[in-house]
């Protein structure tokens, strides 16, 4: 069950924000894009919890941490509107969560975080892959 997977991988996002002095957004995403659990911290700017949503949409759907979909969109020259999606994002701090290689779920973490997004993400990603 991927729904009380993602609440323990979001506390233990949280935990390692908190950890870090960093106030976050957090999303999880199943394997289709859809939103499982959410969570945003106290102070936490409400265009935060958007953004963690795209970013947790973009690994999940497109298979790849959004860091690498970023490079995919530099590398071929495109716009991120060719993908005709509006959902999808490029910005960092998107990763997808596989097991056996196939997708299961992406997390969107945003925030203070001087950069660490994905970093903080990828603290609750083993919860969602042992599931």
């Known amino acids: 069950m991927i729904e009380r997977a993602a609440f323990a991988?979001?506390?233990?996002?949280v935990a390692a924000a908190h950890e870090a002095g960093f106030v976050?957004?957090?999303a999880i995403a199943d394997a289709h894009g859809d939103l499982v659990?959410?969570?945003?911290?106290?102070?936490?700017?409400?265009?935060?919890?958007?953004a963690s949503l795209r970013k947790a949409y973009t690994?999940?759907?497109m298979d790849r941490d959004t860091d690498a979909?970023?490079?995919?969109?530099?590398?071929?020259n495109l716009q991120i509107a060719s993908y005709g999606d509006q959902m999808l994002?490029?910005?960092p701090g998107g990763i997808v969560v596989a097991r056996d290689g196939v997708t299961v779920?992406?997390?969107?973490?945003?925030g203070r975080t001087t950069g660490r997004d994905a970093e903080l993400a990828r603290a609750g990603a083993a919860l969602l892959q042992q599931r």
């Open 69 to 76: 979909f970023h490079d995919e969109i530099v590398a071929r």
């Open 105 to 110: 779920a992406g997390i969107g973490v945003t």
């Open 9 to 13: 991988a979001i506390e233990a996002i």
């Open 24 to 26: 976050v957004a957090v």
């Open 37 to 50: 659990a959410a969570y945003r911290m106290e102070h936490a700017r409400p265009r935060w919890m958007r």
């Open 89 to 91: 994002t490029a910005l």
């Open 59 to 61: 690994a999940a759907v």
